[in-house]
Each structure stands twice: as C-alpha cells, then as structure tokens.
C-alpha cells in the first residue's frame, strides 16, 4: 500500500480440524487456492508472484489437537506449526511474504494472524483476551480473539478477530446464543499486560464492542438447520420440498439417515441453499429471535453445508447438513459503507475432517468509523453487554422505558470488570487443574496407550484383590473354618476344644 485512501484487504479462513493433524503443504495449497480464486480473471495466472496477496490472513482453528494433547501435554505446537509454516511459506518458492503476528488460543480454539511483508502498513498495540465454554468452563468450547491497531501513514483504524467454537448439537440454539452472549460479556482487551487481576476494579481494558473497532467472528459456531418433518403442514404451506423426502408411510425415526443421505461433494447445491436456509439457526437468531450476535452482518451464503461430512466425503447418515462453519462481522462505518466482503465460500479441498472449512475475502476502508449506535447499545444493555463508548448509554431508552432504571450502565461496568478478573484469575488455578483431569481421562479412555495403562490398572486391582482374598491377613484358618493349604475344615469337636482352651 502506498496511499492513505486504500482498502485494507484480508483473508478470513476457519476450519474445524477435527482433532487431526494435517500436512503443510496441504494447508498452503488449500490457502493459496483461496487467493489464486480472488484474481481478476483478465490478470494473467503465470507466476504466484503477480498474486495480489491480502494485507492479513487470520486463521480460525476449532479441534486444532486431541484433547489429551491440549489439556494434558500442553503439545499442541505440533498440530499448529503446519498452519504457521504454511502461511509463512505460502508462496512455496521465496520466503518472507507472510509474517507471524500473535496467536491466541482458549483451550482447542486457536486465533493466528499474519501480516504481509514488505508493506506500508504498520500494526501496533497487539492485545488478546480468551473465554473458556463448555463443561467447568475448560476450554472444549470457547473464543480466542486478537485485538490490532493497524495504521496506513496518518489514518488509522481498529480491527477486531474472533477464533469460536460454540455448544454442539441439535436443538441447542438458545445455548449457543448464551455463548456468544458470554463472549461479549467476558472479553476483556487489557491496555496493560502487567494488570493485577485481583484488583476488581480495575478499568484499564475494553470490551469486545467498542467505538471504532471492526470486529470478524468466525469458526464453528455449530448453529444448526432445524428442519421440521418433511409431512407437516408447515413445509407444505411454504411450497419447500425436502431434498430426497420419503413418503408418508416411510418409518418416521429413519427420516433423517433416509432422505438426507447425499452424493459426494457437488458443489454448488443450490436446492439445500434456497430451500433449507430459512431454517437456518444462526439466521433465526440474529434476524428474527434477535438473541445472538447483536450488530453483526453476514454475506450470502451460496455453498452447501460444511457439516458432517463421514469418512467417504459424504454427508452422514442421520444427520442434518448445516451450516456450522461461518464468517460474520460488525461494520462500524456509517450506514454499513465499510466492510466490504468480495468472497464467501467454502473449501473442500481441504479434508480430512467432517467439517469443511470456509473463507472470507474482505476489505476495510481506512476512513473513520462511527460510533456505537443508540439502538445497539440499547440492545447490549437490554442483554447486560458492557460496551466501550463514548456515547451517553444512561438517556437511552428501548419500547419507551428508560433503560437506566433496569440496568444501571456504570453498574455494568463495575460488573464486568469483576466478572472478567475472577475468569482470568481461575485460568491459571481450578481451571488449568480441571483441565488436566479431563485431559487425562479422554487419554486413558481412547487412546491404546491409555486403553493399556487403564487395562493393567484394573488388572493389578484385580489380582490385589484375589490376592487378599486368598491369604486374609491376621486371620487364623484354624479359627474362621478356613482351608489352608491342605488343612481340614475345622471341625465341632475342634471348636468345643479351642472353647474349653
């Protein structure tokens, strides 16, 4: 970049690994293939160096290790040095074009950003902030998240990136609502590092909605497509005709494993986008339940679901595809002018998970950005949301009654601040012990060296016990009637006589 007006240009990537490791060079040509797809089609494809490389990649990594790796070793280097290697690398030919910036990760969720070098731009003031979800709040689920201030000569401006893995299963839409509701409650951005975390009111740090700052959220966020029965009147009614459904006299409890059995990956499947999205859980949150993601916009999705996949690339009998794997992100520029998202899609090159990952081509203007709106903030206090703005939140009102007499705005603060001190503080004590406990566990229970050491524990009870069993210690046969090697029951006459003794 050499000009102040340009666009900032980013790569937003997310993909769930399933636990499994994966090759570096497959990485880097997954990746790639995602720039090489963004060229103009009129700019000649004959050398990689003519590629117009984003200004930021940012991976989003959910099951980046096992458990056991994460939890117990604390060896997940090796699972994440091939994404790093990857973009650093990614050219394959010269190196230096990528530059690792921060990673950041709450527990199986990882946040890595990169730069790209040689530019003009300059970064500054790097700040991260983690919340752990899931079971005792260990870190199977939960957001990583990468605050920068990114500078082009004397214009500036903020951006905000969010790895997340939200609560899995079907039907758990309003508990993943609840996580992103605690994200936006937890994260805390602190502008000292040497911060004392039992000092609850401490107030130098900011939140995760903040004036100025653009913020992408992305990963497996596990929102759900709740499909109603293919039969009922309500599927009729919208005219909506499930891919593939069974007749009425078809076994109601083999629906799903029946008719959501697909092909191999074809892309694009325009029937489960037009038809299936209105049933989309994360839509239904942000645009009609108003519960989730306060603020944040979403492109078009216009590629079929990215979950589950089985082992054959074929979506998995008895599940619904869905759309788990998303990118979406708060524009703070005036009337939503700023960010600019030039590619939405998905990536199934990459495999050798049931998710299929999927990316994000974006912009950001280096112009200055609005505030917080008054609707929004009103909306964040309605859900007990903190928020870091100048704006005046206490005459603010919503549906006519002054907000200010429900949740006092200073109140929050105070709140928030000692909620976030005691999450952080717990990281480094109960939690880091639960952590280990359930990493060990997983670890004895499915892997073979663990199935091994668990084998020989219950055998060496086993043998103890049969042990005692057969040589009672401090006991006298003679006396409990007992056979010893080779010894008689004792008998009535030998008891009258031990009696009589």
Aim: charged share 20%; proline share 6%; glycine share 6%.
């Amino acid at each position: 970049m050499c000009t102040e007006t340009d666009d900032l240009k980013l790569l937003l990537f997310a993909f769930n690994c399933g636990q499994i490791p994966h090759a570096s060079t497959v990485i880097r040509n997954a990746i790639l293939s995602t720039i090489v797809r963004d060229q103009p089609t009129t700019q000649p494809q004959t050398s990689q160096s003519h590629l117009d490389f984003p200004d930021f990649i940012f991976l989003s990594l959910q099951e980046l290790a096992p458990i056991y790796d994460c939890f117990l070793w604390r060896n997940e280097d090796e699972f994440l040095t091939p994404f790093i290697d990857a973009v650093t690398h990614l050219t394959g030919i010269n190196e230096g074009v990528f530059e690792h910036v921060a990673t950041c990760s709450a527990g199986l969720t990882f946040a890595v950003l990169f730069r790209h070098v040689p530019s003009s731009l300059s970064i500054g003031d790097v700040r991260t902030s983690v919340v752990t979800l899931g079971y005792f709040e260990t870190g199977l689920k939960g957001a990583a998240s990468i605050r920068a201030n990114v500078s082009s000569g004397t214009l500036s401006t903020e951006i905000t990136f969010v790895a997340a893995h939200l609560t899995a299963n079907e039907g758990y839409r309003e508990i993943r609502d609840h996580n992103f509701q605690d994200i936006a409650r937890k994260f805390a951005y602190f502008t000292n590092d040497s911060v004392n975390f039992s000092k609850e009111d401490a107030t130098d740090r900011d939140f995760f909605y903040k004036d100025g700052s653009q913020v992408f959220i992305l990963g497996d966020l596990n929102y759900r497509v709740a499909l109603p029965p293919p039969t009922t009147p309500l599927l009729q009614a919208a005219g909506i005709a499930v891919p593939g459904a069974p007749s009425a006299a078809a076994d109601q409890s083999k629906l799903a494993g029946n008719y959501l059995r697909t092909p191999k990956w074809v892309a694009p499947q325009h029937s489960f986008v037009e038809d299936w999205m209105d049933y989309d859980e994360l839509t239904i949150s942000r645009k009609h339940a108003g519960t989730a993601f306060f603020g944040f916009d979403e492109a078009d999705v216009t590629f079929p679901p990215t979950y589950k996949f089985d082992s054959n690339r074929e979506y998995a009998p008895g599940r619904v595809p869905s759309w788990c794997d998303r990118v979406l992100y708060f524009d703070m520029f005036e009337g939503g002018s700023g960010i600019k998202v030039e590619k939405y899609a998905s990536l199934p090159e990459l495999d050798g998970s049931d998710h299929i990952p999927v990316y994000a081509i974006t912009t950001v203007p280096f112009k200055r950005p609005g505030s917080l709106s008054e609707q929004l903030v009103a909306n964040l206090l309605k859900h007990n949301i903190a928020a870091s703005t100048a704006a005046p939140a206490y005459q603010i009102t919503s549906r006519g009654v002054s907000l200010d007499r429900q949740v006092a705005p200073t109140a929050i603060r105070a709140r928030q601040i000692k909620l976030q001190n005691r999450h952080i503080a717990a990281r480094t004590g109960r939690i880091k012990a639960m952590e280990k406990l359930i990493g060990g566990l997983v670890y004895l229970v499915l892997t073979p060296a663990g199935n091994g050491i668990l084998l020989a524990a219950v055998l060496g009870l086993v043998s103890a016990y049969m042990l005692l069993r057969t040589y009672p210690p401090g006991i006298d046969p003679y006396r409990t009637g007992l056979e010893y090697e080779g010894r008689p029951t004792t008998t009535a006459s030998d008891k009258q006589m031990l009696n009589s003794d």
